[in-house]
């Protein structure tokens, strides 16, 4: 108890002032980018009158520390702010009213959807990282395990658009089992819901899996040569016993850190599989939230990925301190 109170209040501290130094980062970054909101969202042809009255009504105007600061008290009270973009057509932004609407209206659904597929490709990276690395490591000098790390190998090195471009032709074109599109708004049960999404869930645990299984691979082949493993199968343990409960909690650990920049990659880094497939996920609204420089939607967004590799990062710590003894007495 005194360990986890020991990593976790630190880690929390660290945790706020790491938020709000992306935060202030991630706004300097976009006021930097050439053109602003206005121009972005009325184009090239518009009038410097339209450009200015548009400019007023988004607030442009103000000094940077003032609509920083704004932003930031909003934050702190729970409240994400307003889209500077959506729902301001053109004619709209000229004539004067018009809505905004909340972010957490925006990202949250893009939220939901994103963390359905991260937890999809999970529930199958984590079987067969884990199955793959054992059989890689325990089995190396054998000729199939030999060609499975070569395959591996090779898999860390394509692209996760290229895996899900061939999937997507093999699967949905030569052979239609899968729907093309991950259109999730229109699956209205789980089943349904797998099915939608198996095409871009296997795209990502493919190239989740290579990385993985070469780190898991390498940690166990290490821990299997190490004295105390040795000493546990002189001891006449089962074959099984000393995989299981000597060397492989020993070996996750990299194997974690793998894991925790995977869910990182998951939440916000998997733009280009959004894209081939359709997905509406949060890393889709972040690319358009750029282009449009909205803020306050890339501002939340930034605030999610940071705070989801935050807590992988000591949920890693926690699992690795619960399966290793060694890092709790230490």
């Known amino acids: 108890m005194h360990y986890l109170l020991r990593l976790i209040l ?9 938020l709000f130094t992306v935060s202030l980062i991630i706004f300097w970054a976009v006021e930097f980018l050439p053109g602003d909101t206005a121009t972005r969202i009325l184009g090239r042809d518009a009038t410097p009158e339209r450009v200015q009255a548009l400019r007023q009504q988004l607030h442009l105007d103000d000094p940077s520390w003032v609509r920083y600061w704004r932003w930031l008290s909003s934050v702190a009270r729970g409240d994400l702010g307003e889209s500077l973009v959506s729902n301001v057509p053109a004619s709209v932004a000229s004539a004067g009213g018009r809505q905004r609407r909340a972010v957490a209206d925006m990202i949250l659904p893009r939220l939901r959807n994103t963390l359905i597929l991260a937890a999809f490709a999970l529930v199958l990276y984590i079987p067969l990282s884990l199955l793959l690395g054992i059989v890689t490591a325990l089995y190396r000098e054998r000729f199939f395990a030999s060609a499975l790390s070569a395959a591996i190998l090779v898999g860390t090195a394509i692209p996760e658009f290229v895996v899900g ?10 052979l239609p089992l899968f729907p093309p599109l991950a259109l999730i708004d229109r699956a209205h049960t789980p089943l349904e819901v797998i099915y939608t999404l198996t095409l871009p869930a296997l795209t990502l645990t493919l190239a ?3 990385y993985a299984v070469r ?3 390498s940690s166990l082949i290490s821990v299997l040569e190490s004295d105390y493993v040795r000493m546990a199968t002189l001891k006449g343990l ?3 016993r000393v995989i299981f409960y000597h060397a492989l909690p020993n070996a996750l650990g990299p194997a974690l850190r793998v894991t925790v920049l995977n869910v990182a990659w998951l939440i916000g880094g998997v733009v280009l599989v959004e894209v081939i497939f359709n997905f509406p996920g949060l890393g889709h609204s972040l690319v358009d939230s750029i282009r449009l420089l909205d803020t306050p939607v890339i501002e939340a967004i930034a605030l999610i990925l940071a705070g989801v590799y935050i807590l992988a990062n000591l949920g ?3 699992v690795a301190a619960a399966l290793n003894p060694r890092l709790r007495t230490g």
């Open 10 to 18: 630190p880690r929390l501290t660290l945790a706020v002032i790491t």
């Open 165 to 174: 471009i061939i999937l997507l032709l093999t699967f949905a074109v030569v």
């Open 208 to 210: 989740m899996t290579a």
């Open 215 to 217: 780190m898991m691979q």
């Open 238 to 240: 089962s074959r099984t």
């Open 316 to 318: 890693a710590d926690l």
